[in-house]
């Protein structure tokens, strides 16, 4: 029995601890807030693990204690012990008021610290939560409108940032905990969160509050680069759609796929899914449910309900051939 306990125990932990690593983890910061957060973090859990620690060490003394007490035949107390107890109540009291203190006054600063507006001017990005996907908009250095992308987040190394976070749908939650805490978005509100990175490479984020059916494949791809290779990548963006005239896009301009998708610079200008314009550019298909390949690809196009049961989007019903087309022209949307 305690065999099969220390085992299961073992288990439970070397799970929680391999939480803790790889791309996803609170505990490798990626940002100044990030690392704000994991500081007071430890601290909390230090203070706390402390005040643990001190009850069970009382705890046991007063296990042992009542045992001699036992063993002595008379059973009487030592008139000392209440001196020494009311000695010992008076520190815990104080140790707890400090503990608490400190922690309020930890936590309040950490709070206005995440609150202060960026030093510069930040860049601004807005990301809409939609049933199961990101729909992601910057602004134009040049003409300042928005433009459109979805589901990989690409953020300026040591700029600071400011996202306008909303839903389109349900409530969902922006949650990349190398960048920061997490942040609901919700229907009708816009919620703010700044970041300013400071670690260059991918980190992975997820949707963090259930949304519904495809709630665990709705994960949010983010890369971090330095600022020359973010413009280039956002001056990218900024253009329209650059594969040439084929097929593959007359399909899309004239089949279903342009009711709901948008290629900019074609006739396909739909909204009701991710844009698409370089759809190619991307390391992920559909929220990060599957790598971006050709059979991916053709095989999300075919029967995204196979492969991300629920999602709002209809199996196409194009043949071998007219997918093949699809695809191609798809691919080269860089
Ligand atoms: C009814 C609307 C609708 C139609 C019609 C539709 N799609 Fe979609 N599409 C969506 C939605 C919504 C998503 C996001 C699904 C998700 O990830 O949960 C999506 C996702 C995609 C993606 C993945 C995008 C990304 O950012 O990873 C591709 C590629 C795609 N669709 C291509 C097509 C093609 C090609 C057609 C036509 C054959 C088509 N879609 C028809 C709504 C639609
Ligand atoms: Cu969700």
New binding site residues.
């Given amino acids: 029995m305690t065999r099969v306990l220390l085992r299961l125990g073992l288990a439970t932990a070397l799970t929680a601890v391999a939480g803790c690593a790889g791309e996803q983890s609170v505990l490798a910061p990626g940002s100044d807030q990030a690392r704000d957060l994991l500081v007071l973090g430890v601290l909390l859990t230090l203070t706390c693990a402390l005040a643990y620690l001190v009850v069970l060490t009382f705890l046991s003394a007063a296990l042992a204690r009542r045992r001699r007490t036992a063993a002595a035949a008379d059973g009487a107390g030592d008139p000392g012990d209440d001196a020494r107890l009311a000695r010992g109540l008076k520190l815990w009291i104080g140790f707890v008021g400090a503990g608490v203190c400190l922690l309020s006054v930890a936590s309040f600063t950490a709070d206005r610290v995440l609150a202060r507006p960026a030093a510069s001017p930040p860049l601004d990005v807005r990301i809409t939560g939609h049933q199961?996907?990101w729909r992601i908009a910057y602004r134009d250095p040049t003409s300042g409108q928005w433009i459109e992308t979805?589901?990989e987040l690409h953020l300026p190394l040591g700029r600071p940032v400011r996202l306008e976070l909303t839903s389109a749908d349900v409530i969902h939650s922006f949650w990349v905990p190398g960048l920061h805490g997490k942040l609901d978005m919700i229907p009708g509100r816009t919620n703010v969160l700044a970041i300013t990175p400071q670690k260059a490479g991918w980190t992975r984020g997820q949707c963090g509050e259930f949304c519904g059916l495809?709630h665990a494949q709705m994960a949010l791809w983010t890369k971090v680069e330095a600022p020359g290779a973010f413009d280039a990548w956002l001056a990218n963006q900024v253009r329209p759609a650059q594969a040439p005239a084929s097929p593959g896009l007359q399909l899309?301009e004239t089949?279903?796929?342009a009711?709901?998708?948008t290629v900019r610079g074609t006739r396909a200008a739909g909204r009701?899914?991710?844009d698409?314009t370089h759809?190619a550019a991307?390391r992920?298909?559909?929220?990060g449910?599957l790598p971006f390949t050709r059979g991916g690809?053709a095989g999300?196009?075919s029967q995204p309900q196979a492969l991300?049961p629920g999602?709002?989007?209809?199996p196409?019903g194009?043949d071998g051939q007219q997918t093949q087309q699809?695809v191609a022209y798809?691919e080269a949307l860089k």
């Fill in positions: 199961w996907w979805a589901n495809q899309i089949g279903p796929c009711a709901c998708h009701a899914g991710p698409l759809l991307r992920d298909l559909a929220a449910t690809l999300w196009i991300k999602a709002e989007m209809p196409s194009l699809v798809l």
